[in-house]
């Protein structure tokens, strides 16, 4: 028993009738009926229950207390005339006999209903976030995180992984994202930086000897929103393992994440181990995406024997198809589609039909009708076949051809089986990409993945026998239901290995030392080969819960413009406090 309750408002049962109780919460309703009875809703943690006023004073009582004010109740438990099923205290009510405002409401007006929050503007759900929070729809979501970190950790620790904190506070590492800077206040001009990630320090506590670490570790980037990335911060399962291979990472995660997807998910069937393993060669080939949905049936089809059909942005350049057999849809849900597909990948999308005759029509039909026969028998074509289909520079065209994948398996019934969580490891990823921006060799991914074929396939590589863009690596990423959870390696944990690494991105001995010092001194002092990956619990969280965005299950998030709404964050800070870390704002000309 609690100084201010005896039951909680999701507590009271029939069994309860004729005790003598006292509720606390937030007064969610009142309806007054009449002079002398009305029905109020009291809401906690916990669930509501339903109190009667009967006599005129406790009507007026309640009438003066506004929506949302914390109250108790002391009375009488009985039994409901009308009962209901939708709560889970519907078979009782309470009858008051003292009522005590706790905490006083003091705005007649809500900025919106708390039980309907969810349909409310989004910038107003963050700015009164506190009350959002009270919508029991939106806590469940935060209750449904909770449960799942406290899962994660109870089951790395029975994996014999040892949860250890890195610091927060370290040096401006380059991560592939902006760092957010920390001025040094007794170290003027200097800065720390918040880690994008405990990359390094991970991999120290290899070197250290540990052999098994993990941690539910907040990662900070200055970075772009997106609906499953949150700007600022983020939540991270960390781990590492010592003298492990790729299968060894794979085989913790396997027996780790099914059961709590089983157990805490909206669906209930989950992959089980093991999980399929793809190349990304082979993803992007099949599937358009190095973060395939395999819960949609449909695949990419070569359609090289379009590059010759007189349709001038074909020719030369790799054709994609998607085929929809049994293909019954409107051209206005063609043309939609087509928008929709151009908008998110940025590439032009094409199409043809072979219809209930078997004649071509519609779109480009008829550049593709001198090569009928050929185009029917190499794509496997049938009668009300759709054909969706994207041209260009390979990476172009098998971008648009995803994005045409994934809708048509989205919007077209009968290929996407939603209601599971399928997993899938991508694997084999090339060490060295040609930038966008810079158009020189660069790291793909994790400038600290093993190389495949280790030394000798970099000093192949610096004699010209092979081409670097040749040179795949130990890494690996986990995708589930075309979300990317996490990314993960096999360490280069061989300096000699490492230097010879950097170089063929242009990078020295000497600023491998100065960029990366303590892991690069630790690899000087024998360090055992080692691999980890970090899933993304808010990533996690949000596809358990079933929802779009990934604001919806982080507590306190901020908006796509990286603002803290109720905070008012970022914000001015006092010159002094300025002076104090040796900074002076540049105003922009």
Known sequence: MMQNRTHTCGELRLSDAGKQVKISGWMENVRVVSANLAFVVVRDFYG???VVAETEDMVNTFKAITKESTISVEGTVRERDSKTNKMATGDIEIVPAKVEVLGRCQ??????????????DEAQRLKYRYLDLRNPAVKKNIILRCNVVAALRKSMTEHGFLEITTP????????????????????????????QAPQQFKQLLMTSGFDRYFQIAPCFRDEDARADRSPGEFYQLDMEMAFATQDDVFAVLEDVLPPVFTKYGKYK?????????????ESMDRYGSDKPDLRIDLELT????????GFEPFAGQ?????????????RKFIDKLCAEAEMLSGGK???????ENGELVGGISKFVAEKKDEVIEKLGLTKNSFVALAAGKYGAAVKTAGVLRKLLGAQVEGHMDAERYEFCWIVDFPMYEIGEESGELEFCHNPFSMPQGGLEALERAHRGEIDPLTINAYQYDLVCNGVELSSGAVRNHDPEIMIRAFELVGLGEADVKAKFPAMYNAFCYGAPPHAGIAPGVDRMVMLLAGEDSIREVIPFPMNKNAQDLMMDAPSAVDPKQLADVHIAIVEDK
Do not use: M
């Open 318 to 330: 790799t054709v994609k198809a998607v085929v929809v057999p049994d293909f019954h849809k409107t």
């Open 349 to 355: 999308a094409y199409w043809f039909r072979l219809d």
């Open 269 to 281: 069937a989950a992959s089980a181990a093991p999980f399929r393993r793809i190349s990304f060669r």
């Open 168 to 195: 927060i506070l370290t040096a401006s590492s380059p991560e592939g994202a902006r760092d957010y800077l920390v001025p040094a206040r007794n170290h003027p001009g200097k800065f720390y930086a918040l880690p």
């Open 107 to 120: 705005h007649s007006e809500l900025p919106f209903q708390i039980n309907r929050s969810r349909e409310a």
């Open 302 to 309: 070569d359609a090289a024997c379009l590059q010759d059909c």
């Open 48 to 50: 509501t229950t339903q």
